[in-house]
T-cell receptor
Framework: AQSVTQLGSHVSVSEGALVLLRCNYS??????LFWYVQYPNQGLQLLLK??????LVKGINGFEAEFKKSETSFHLTKPSAHMSDAAEYFC?????????????FGAGTRLAVHP | DARVTQTPRHKVTEMGQEVTMRCQPI?????VFWYRQTMMQGLELLAY????????DSGMPKDRFSAEMPDATLATLKIQPSEPRDSAVYFC?????????????FGPGTRLTVT
């Protein structure tokens, strides 16, 4: 069965600092992995996805994530945080059930950015 | 700019009343998902459709919830009778196969309050 664990429900960084949001997955088959962002009172927006091509995936807004099979991780990073990055971030894994179109989401990490 | 639309955006109703939430998926997407988001449970998948056929509704309380897709441009989620514990934000998402994996695009959500 597939599952996702996000370490740290809240992360706080200073503006300009490195952002690191952690995600570990469990999957019995090669996974497809996603990061979504949710701004207040909005739906989720896709940041980036891993589909077994390049292990370093670049997304929107300067975010990137690296797939590490040996660590079963897919951590999200951004070199320099902006105030506008404050939001909740969800890691997700897609499952073979239904042809890889069903997502299992982590519990989310709320990112705060302070001046 | 294609988007998933949901109506209403906010709904306040009394316990026992019927609630209907509507979703217009992105044209051409063949999968539609209904999620519920609460502080306690996070994001829960309620049901999903592919090519308008229900594939999985195991996350939905069957006695009071129903989901349908009468045509390719409309998906509905009904609660009858509603209860205070149904208070949550309900998201619709539509999906399409892109680069080997399904990407899901979320609507802005319907915030339901049952008093």
């Amino acid at each position: 069965a597939q599952s996702v664990t996000q370490l740290g429900s809240h992360v706080s960084v200073s503006e300009g600092a490195l952002v690191l949001l952690r995600c570990n997955y469990s999957s019995s088959v090669p996974p497809y992995l996603f990061w979504y962002v949710q701004y207040p009172n909005q739906g989720l927006q896709l940041l980036l996805k891993y589909t077994s091509a390049a292990t370093l995936v670049k997304g929107i807004n300067g975010f990137e994530a690296e797939f590490k099979k040996s660590e079963t991780s897919f951590h999200l990073t951004k070199p320099s945080a902006h105030m506008s990055d404050a939001a909740e971030y969800f890691c997700a894994v897609s499952t073979p059930s239904g042809g890889y179109n069903k997502l299992i989401f982590g519990a989310g990490t709320r990112l705060a950015v302070h001046p | 700019d294609a988007r998933v639309t949901q109506t209403p955006r906010h709904k306040v109703t009394e316990m026992g009343q019927e609630v209907t939430m509507r979703c217009q998926p992105i044209l051409g997407h063949n999968t539609v998902f209904w999620y519920r988001q609460t502080m306690m449970q996070g994001l829960e998948l309620l049901a999903y459709f592919r090519n308008r056929a229900p594939l999985d509704d195991s996350g939905m309380p069957k006695d009071r919830f129903s989901a349908e897709m009468p045509d390719a441009t409309l998906a509905t989620l009904k609660i009858q009778p509603s209860e205070p514990r149904d208070s949550a934000v309900y998201f619709c998402a539509s999906g399409t196969l892109t680069g080997g994996a399904y990407e899901q695009y979320f609507g802005p959500g319907t915030r339901l309050t049952v008093t």
